[in-house]
């Protein structure tokens, strides 16, 4: 897990750090999220918008999602006091001006957030990070230019990161070594499971792999192989559920007898011939088959396969039942169509 900050498949092993004072500038879906990530962590946050109905609404919102959250049970305090902590503003130089730690959420337009980490680099304090929360935008395009470029990266969340815990850290060429440890363990602090990519990529990591995976999905649907629902059904009843305790390469290790080598051996040539079929002629070249194995045989080590496989069944067991417990998993749209409606 070298490169994962504060590792598990969602087991909470973060340590909390002291209370600071965090900004998010732009209090929109991702802003509001972020604020009850920090103030659940204790640090007094600031949320900053610009448009005075999404000031208003940002209150609401967070004091819906905290009330979610405590009836599910997932909050550690009473969710008033969380809220008690997040302080909605107007003004960017009060949100960001005694902050060690900004969170960049305004619109995914390069001009707006450009013209908002200037303000920023000049408002918060010399050593504080500004991270931005960008889909896709890269450090390089947003902060270039900017006499505090490398203080600034991007900390891009899945959505709501109050519950999808992953948050990628991206370091443009001039960030900082020390930008991207603060904001790792910052994050992690405050119950994130940070990953740092070690370059700019477009789409990051979390949105090429969804976007392998919806690629494919468009094309078979376009092909006339399978209907959308049905996609949608093996994803979520299959590749879903197992990759909610295993990452890809840790399935096809636990899969094969003779571990993820093997799978490469007997499988590869089907997968190299369905990316060909799609124009893509990467291929899986042994050196790259062995470095990824032995990342996997770290984790899961080969001696052990035994149990770890049997270890996989427990986890699906666990999921079953609580999919079982909780038909509402089963989600709104397909409950009312279940219902004849
Ligand atoms: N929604 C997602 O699923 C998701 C996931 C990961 C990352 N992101 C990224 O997070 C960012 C915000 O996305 P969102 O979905 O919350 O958008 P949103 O439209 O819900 O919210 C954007 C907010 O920014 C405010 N804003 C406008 N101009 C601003 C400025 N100059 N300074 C500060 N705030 C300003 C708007 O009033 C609005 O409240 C984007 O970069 C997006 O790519 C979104």
Known sequence: MGNVVAAGNGRDTSRPGPPLTVAVAGAGSIGVAWSLVFARAGHETWLYDPAADRRAAASRELARRLAALAETGLLAEDPGAIAGRVR??????????????????????????RELFGLLDDVA??????????????????????????????????????LLRVVELVPGPKTAPRTVEAAAALLAAAGMLPVRL??????????????????????????????????DLVMRSGLARRWSVLGPF???ELNTRGGIDRHATVMGPAYARMGAERGQADRWEPDLVSEVSASVRRRF?????????AWR???????????????ELSGPARTTAGAGQ
């Open 125 to 162: 304090p010399a050593d504080a990070v500004l991270a931005s929360s960008s889909s896709a935008l890269t450090c390089s395009a947003i902060a270039a230019g900017l006499a505090g470029t490398d203080r600034c990266l991007v900390a891009h969340p899945a959505n709501p990161p109050y």
């Open 250 to 252: 840790e399935t096809v």
């Open 301 to 309: 080590p080969r001696e052990a396969w035994d149990d770890n496989v």
């Open 198 to 231: 070690h370059k700019e990529v477009t789409g990051f990591v979390f949105n090429r792999l969804q976007g392998a995976v919806l690629r494919e999905a468009y094309n078979l649907v376009r092909d006339g192989v399978i209907a959308p629902e049905d996609v």
């Open 88 to 113: 909605v503003t107007a003004n960017l130089a009060e949100a960001a001006g005694e902050a060690s730690y900004v969170q960049e959420c305004a619109p995914e337009t390069l001009e707006i957030k």
């Open 313 to 327: 069944d427990h986890a699906l067991m666990v999921l079953e039942r609580c999919w079982q417990a909780h038909p």
